[in-house]
């Protein structure tokens, strides 16, 4: 099913692109300054905005082939506490845990699979951004 939605996606952003294109054709072709400016400011930034889309796909695929590679082993971390309805770590249980999994992580830097579990503590506690750097940096230790 996701990888449904990253193809339309993908498509998405092939029409977003072409109609960019097309509108500051369109802008340019009008002549005036303000139209100028908004032909140039399309030709700019719809390629910056598919930049991220693709950095963005990129992300989701290495973390997805790393977690079912980690699941496959048997090395996601089991759920130790209780969770919200939500589906989230309680905040009480949160920051012990982290710091459990983080002192895992900070003892074994350059194992990619204790920094991808401390990500998906980070993340099931709430914490998005620190999750993704954690993901992250087990990406770039994969390779």
Same mark, same amino acid.
Request: charged letters at 20%; zero cysteines.
């Given at each position: 099913?996701?990888?449904?939605?990253?193809?339309?996606?993908?498509?998405? +952003?092939?029409?977003?692109?072409?109609?960019?294109?097309?509108?500051?054709?369109?802008?340019?072709?009008?002549?005036?300054?303000?139209?100028?400016?908004?032909?140039?400011? +399309?030709?700019?930034?719809?390629?910056?905005?598919?930049?991220?889309?693709?950095?963005?796909? /990129?992300?989701?695929?290495?973390?997805?082939? +790393?977690?079912?590679?980690?699941?496959?082993?048997?090395?996601?971390?089991?759920?130790?506490?209780? +969770?919200?309805?939500?589906?989230?770590?309680?905040?009480?249980?949160?920051?012990?845990?982290?710091?459990?999994?983080?002192?895992?992580?900070?003892?074994?830097?350059?194992?990619?699979?204790?920094?991808?579990?401390?990500?998906?503590? /980070?993340?099931?506690?709430?914490?998005?951004?620190?999750?993704?750097?954690?993901?992250?940096?087990?990406?770039?230790?994969?390779?």
């Amino acid at each position: 099913m996701s990888r449904i939605g990253v193809a339309l996606m993908g498509a998405a +952003l092939l029409v977003y692109l072409a109609v960019a294109v097309w509108l500051a054709v369109m802008f340019f072709a009008v002549g005036t300054a303000v139209s100028i400016g908004m032909g140039v400011a +399309l030709i700019v930034l719809a390629p910056v905005g598919a930049w991220a889309l693709v950095r963005e796909m /990129q992300f989701g695929f290495a973390a997805d082939r +790393l977690g079912r590679q980690l699941d496959g082993e048997g090395g996601m971390p089991p759920v130790e506490t209780e +969770l919200t309805p939500s589906g989230r770590v309680a905040r009480s249980d949160a920051d012990a845990l982290i710091a459990r999994y983080a002192a895992d992580a900070d003892a074994a830097p350059d194992d990619w699979r204790a920094r991808y579990r401390l990500g998906v503590v /980070q993340d099931a506690s709430g914490h998005r951004k620190d999750a993704r750097a954690s993901i992250r940096e087990a990406i770039r230790l994969a390779r």
